[in-house]
């Protein structure tokens, strides 16, 4: 019999994740997010004269960026960039007061199995509505289907993302000018995501 390893998942590894043990991504605040491609492909357009041309796959990603709000009512978005291997963006998280009491008042269920996420095992590990992961993780989706829609099927984001949660105005501005930034730096900066 083989000992335990906690880092093994059936037998591989795990991507370990970035994210702080313990901490709600669901807090309000702002959070600067860097999402690649698989492999660092470069599928979104390219960097011309120092200014982002978007592909129509490019196109796409930026239009559900800007879709995120609609999705998300408890989400703003800030600055962004879509860069050809990678997008940068902030999310602002906000409270979102009536959501959150209409939640406390009713049993919850969950759609895939019909079971009640309410003081549930389950509850306690899966991501909490609205919070980072889920955004995230809606976003790439969207994506991926209008990408694989258009024909490019080998379309596929790395299964994690670069987060960063920012603590105060200096931070913020500073992250911002980095994204807005970050096309005229492309050419010495092209592997280097964050």
């Known amino acids: 019999m083989s000992k335990y390893d906690p880092e093994l998942y059936q037998e591989r590894y795990r991507i370990k994740s970035n994210r702080i043990p313990g901490y709600d991504y669901s807090t309000p605040g702002d959070y600067f997010i860097t999402i690649c491609t698989q492999n660092m492909v470069e599928c979104f357009g390219q960097v011309i004269n120092n200014k982002m041309v978007l592909n129509k796959y490019g196109r796409?990603?930026?239009q559900n960026l800007l879709?995120?709000?609609k999705h998300f009512n408890n989400?703003?978005?800030d600055e962004y960039m879509?860069?050809?291997n990678h997008i940068h963006v902030i999310f602002t998280i906000v409270a979102d007061l009536n959501e959150r009491q209409h939640n406390r008042t009713r049993n919850r269920r969950d759609?895939?199995?019909?079971v009640s996420t309410v003081n549930n095992h389950y509850a306690?590990?899966?991501p909490r509505r609205g919070s980072l992961s889920?955004?995230?993780r809606s976003f790439k989706s969207a994506c991926t289907k209008q990408i694989h829609e258009l024909g490019y099927s080998d379309f596929a984001w790395q299964t994690n993302y670069y987060e960063h949660i920012i603590r105060n105005e200096k931070s913020l501005n500073r992250i911002r000018e980095y994204i807005k930034n970050n096309p005229a730096n492309w050419v010495g900066d092209r592997n280097k995501i964050y």
């Open 75 to 77: 989400v703003l978005l």
């Open 67 to 69: 879709n995120t709000t």
């Open 111 to 114: 759609v895939a199995c019909n």
């Open 60 to 62: 796409i990603v930026k």
């Open 124 to 126: 306690k590990i899966s």
């Open 82 to 84: 879509v860069m050809p």
């Open 134 to 136: 889920v955004i995230v």
